[in-house]
């Protein structure tokens, strides 16, 4: 009895040591198996961990992205992100799995000014305040010394960090060269083109500080260049601003309305005083204006204004006419004054008006120098003729004789139908000076 109660107390000690061993396995193989899920999170995490950063020194709002030639061996480019604040999480899944020469571009929307590094997948990019030197877009307009573009060239640059570029300048282009990714600072210019001689502006600056994202400026270059002409009136010259015509509208409808409300309000005034018993008489008599009374007398005989003219006397020159009716106005170039009456005025120099502004008019040229012009100043005065100059010309007297100059007059001074400059001048010299034709009589 007591080998059997024994034998029985081994077996179940050797049981309960069975069952906590596989107790204690299945404990342990449980956080084995849990432990996959926890692997994998935390790997996920090491991941998210692991995505490049771009950091920049100076807090704001920018704008990033790449430059990458793909696996065909063309150039790309992704579409912009932007970010605000100093740091963010670097997006390259546009670049897909196969690239070359990749380049990062992250603008400053602040100042325009773009920073370029080169990107390795995986690892962070820090780019303080000074990386931020690049310009996006320069604009050279390359122009003759007369201001007019030029109409093909090439065009060559160094840039602030000695990188080179260059741009062709076609008649489409209007003589504006175009470069992307300019590096701020001290640029060379070389302008290529045919018969050109020197690049004028050959040296120039751009600076990191500006008042617009881009840059533009004229170089100026000498030599025998082919151009382009400049029309004024073209749209780009001369952008026609959209709401003209209608302004010009409403100002029409504006001052049509102004006209009718004027019109109204004097109807409306005229009615009242009307009905009122108010003349315009009586209105004007109570403010003291004095009106000048009607003429009554009817019974007076008319006077005639008009003088009469006596058809022996010529109505021009004022002389008498001969017994053949001629007069001064009728001597012709060349022929002697007429005697009889005009004797008295003999030696005498004037100038007769026959044919303009100042037919009919007289002149007598008196001194030894006699200034003829539409200056009221001038001894001449031709004030009415707006074809004669203010100085037209002189006429002078010496040796006995007279002569006349022209004064550089805009259009010219004639003697018998000739451009002169300096004439001397007979009696009976037709003299036209603008519009108006004179008869020289000693």
Known sequence: MIIINTRRRILFF?????????????????????AKPGAAAEKKADDKDAEPQLSVEQKGSYVYWFTYVD??????????????????????EELGEKYSQAKICVMDKATGNLAIADF???????????????????????????GKPIESAIVRISDGMSEKHSAVVTPADEGVATFANVATGEITVKVEAENLRKTINSDITISDKRDTPNFEQDIKVSGDVNTLAIEEDSPQAAPKKPDKKES??????????????????????VIVLKAKGITGKSALKSFGVE??????????PATSSTPEVDPNVCQFCGQRKDASGNCACSVTPG?????????????????????????????????????????????????????????????LQADGGYSIRDEGSSNGTFVNGARITVQPLSAGDEIQIGGTKFRFEI
């Not at 820090?126 to 320069?138: G, H, S």
Request: aromatic share 4%; with cysteine; glycine share 6%.
């Open 71 to 92: 696996a065909d061996g063309v150039s790309q480019s992704t579409l912009p992100e932007r970010f605000k604040g100093k740091t963010t999480e670097i997006d390259a």
């Open 335 to 395: 022929s002697p004054p007429v005697s009889g009456t005009s004797a008295a005025a003999a030696g005498v120099p004037r100038l007769v008006g026959s044919q303009g502004v100042y037919a009919g008019h007289i002149f007598e040229i008196a001194g030894h120098s006699t200034v003829l012009g539409r200056d009221a100043e001038n001894p001449v005065a031709l004030v009415n003729d707006t074809t004669a100059s203010r100085r037209h010309a002189t006429i």
């Open 120 to 146: 390795v997948s995986g690892k962070n990019i820090d780019l303080p305040a000074d990386e931020f030197q690049y310009i996006r877009t320069v604009r050279l307009r390359v122009v003759a010394e007369d």
């Open 248 to 269: 010009s509208w409403v100002s029409i409808l504006q001052a049509v309305s102004g006209l009718i409300m004027l019109v109204v309000a004097i109807a409306v005034i």
């Open 291 to 300: 009106l000048p009374t009607e003429q009554t007398d009817y019974d007076a």
């Open 14 to 34: 050797i049981a309960l040591i069975a069952a906590v061993v596989f107790v204690c396995a299945a404990v342990s193989a449980a956080p084995d198996n849990e």
